[in-house]
């Protein structure tokens, strides 16, 4: 595949493999040094109920991981450039909860949201400030996850070229609701023209049956 197609809207870029190890070179050269310089954010679906506050399932760690590996590459490219911290992404973590699965509850009984736990496990690892970190905390389906990171997010900040990751056994759903919910029309004059790339990660941590059931 050509360097221009690896950076046309739309394209699914795939990073097989296991983090940390050859996975993490898979992540890098899944995306074009081109691309990654202009990246505005980085959308990280959730899906499932996490462990703990910042405990995520694994298949979605597979997805914040990556997020944290782009972030990382394109700082030390920015640094290389003289690039301002300011032009940096935004990564946005995605999702309140599973529509059919029960919410996880703090001692206190308030509900943990997916997108908070998965905010919360890449704040722990202490290598992305929190100025760049953003949870989303409306939506329970991918329809939703789509919508509200518009409206509530690229559409206010003006983010144009976004890289949405997710896991292999989601990424075709994801991609088709993405496209749709992103090419509507919009009535806001501020809204942005966005241009969406797709990164799927392997689907670590589940079964065979698991994957096949999250694909029907």
Known sequence: MSPNTLTRPGIILSAAGSIPQEGKNAIINAVPDILLRELDAIFVLGGGVPSSYNDPPVYVKERC????ILFLQ???L???AGAPKERRPAILTLSAGTAHMPQLLSDDGLPVWESTASAAYLMQKKT???SYLFAETTSYDTISNAYFARTTFADVFGWNKILVITNEFHMLRTKAIFDWVFGADSNSRSAAKSELFYLSVAD???SEEAIVARKQ
Do not use: F, N, V, Y
Request: aromatic share 0%.
């Open 65 to 68: 991981d990556a997020a944290e």
């Open 74 to 76: 394109r700082t030390l």
């Open 78 to 80: 920015d640094e290389a």
């Open 128 to 130: 992305i400030p929190s």
């Open 204 to 206: 670590k941590g589940l």
